[in-house]
C-alpha cells in the first residue's frame, strides 16, 4: 500500500519560518535605526563637547598670560586671575574626562563635571553684577571696584599708581597740535577722561589736554563749588586725581575687563552644561535601549 506523503509540507515549513524571520527583522529594524543614530549623535556631541573643553583651556593659558592692567595689583587682581586661570583648567580637564568615560561611568562623571561648571556659571554671573550674586566682599565684582575707591586710603595708593604711569603726560604728547574742537571729538579713555581733564559740565576753556581755564559765569555757583569742577588744578601732579570722575574712571576700566570675563565664563559655562545634560541624556537612554 503505497505511503501517503505530502512533499510541500517541508516547502512550506521553510517558507513559513523564512517570512517569521522576516516580520521580525522588520520589527527589529526601527529599533535598532533608532539606536545607531542616537549614537550617531552622542558622538558628534562628544566632539562638540571635547571642543568646548579645548577652548576653556585655551582661555585659561590667555587669562594666564593676559597683561595685567595699570594699577590692577593694588586690588591684588592678578592673583584672583590667575586663580581663574588655574581653575579653568581643572574644569577643562574634568570635562574631557567625562567625555571620555562617558559609556563606563556615566552617572559619576555627569555629577562629577556639573560642579566645576555650575561653580564657573556662578562666578561668571557675579562679575557681570547679576543680581543677589554681586556681592562688596567679591572680588572684582562692579560692587567691590566701588567699594574699593570709595575708601580714601586704597584711593590714595590707586591715585599715585595713575600718576607715575604717565597717562596724561601721555594725552598731552598725543594731543599737542589738536585744537579745542579737535580734542572734543578724540575719543580718550576713561582714565584720561575721568582724571586728567576737567568734566565737560564745568565748560571751562580748553589750552592744552591737561590745561583749562575757568569761565567766569560759565557754570552755577553751586555747582562750580560742590562738584569736581572745583577741584580741579592745572598743577600736573594734581589736575582731576581727586575727582569723582576719576575714580569713576578707575572703575570703568576695571569693570570693563572683569566683565568680559564674566561673560566668556557664562557663555562657556551654559555651552558645556547644555553639552554634558544631552550628552548624559543620550547615554543613558542607549544604555537601556
Not at 585659561?60 to 594699577?71: F, N, S, T, V
Request: net charge positive; glycine share 4%.
Amino acid at each position: 500500500m503505497a505511503e501517503n506523503t505530502n512533499p510541500t509540507d517541508p516547502l512550506a515549513m521553510t517558507i513559513a519560518e523564512e517570512t517569521t524571520k522576516t516580520n521580525k527583522h522588520v520589527a527589529e529594524n526601527p529599533k535598532s535605526e533608532r539606536v545607531n543614530r542616537v549614537k550617531n549623535y552622542a558622538g558628534l556631541l562628544s566632539i562638540i563637547t571635547f571642543v568646548l573643553s579645548v577652548l576653556i583651556l585655551a582661555s585659561a593659558i590667555w587669562l594666564l598670560y593676559m597683561k595685567d592692567y595699570d594699577c590692577e595689583k593694588l586690588l591684588r587682581l592678578p592673583r584672583l586671575q590667575i586663580g581663574i586661570g588655574i581653575g579653568l583648567i581643572f574644569v577643562s580637564l574634568i570635562s574631557s574626562i567625562a567625555v571620555l568615560l562617558r559609556s563606563r561611568f556615566p552617572v559619576p562623571g555627569f555629577f562629577l563635571v556639573m560642579v566645576p561648571l555650575i561653580v564657573m556659571l556662578t562666578m561668571g554671573l557675579a562679575l557681570v553684577g547679576a543680581n543677589k550674586l554681586e556681592s562688596r566682599r567679591l572680588m572684582a565684582t562692579p560692587n567691590w571696584f566701588r567699594e574699593k575707591v570709595r575708601h580714601n586710603e586704597n584711593w590714595e595708593n590707586i591715585k599715585s599708581c595713575i600718576y607715575s604711569t604717565g597717562t596724561c603726560d601721555d594725552l598731552v604728547s598725543r594731543s599737542l597740535n589738536l585744537k579745542a574742537f579737535d580734542f572734543s571729538i578724540k575719543k580718550l579713555s576713561s582714565i584720561e577722561d575721568g582724571c586728567c581733564k576737567p568734566p565737560s559740565v564745568c565748560q571751562m576753556e580748553y589750552v592744552n589736554a591737561t590745561f583749562w581755564t575757568k569761565v567766569e559765569g560759565a557754570v552755577d555757583e553751586s555747582q562750580q563749588r560742590y562738584s569736581d569742577c572745583a577741584t580741579w588744578q592745572n598743577d600736573q601732579s594734581i589736575l582731576c586725581y581727586n575727582c569723582g570722575s576719576c575714580r569713576h574712571g578707575f572703575v570703568r576700566v576695571m569693570e570693563s575687563k572683569w566683565r568680559n570675563l564674566g561673560v566668556l565664563l557664562i557663555l562657556m559655562g551654559l555651552l558645556l552644561i547644555i553639552a554634558h545634560i544631552l550628552l548624559f541624556v543620550m547615554v543613558m537612554w542607549e544604555h537601556y535601549n
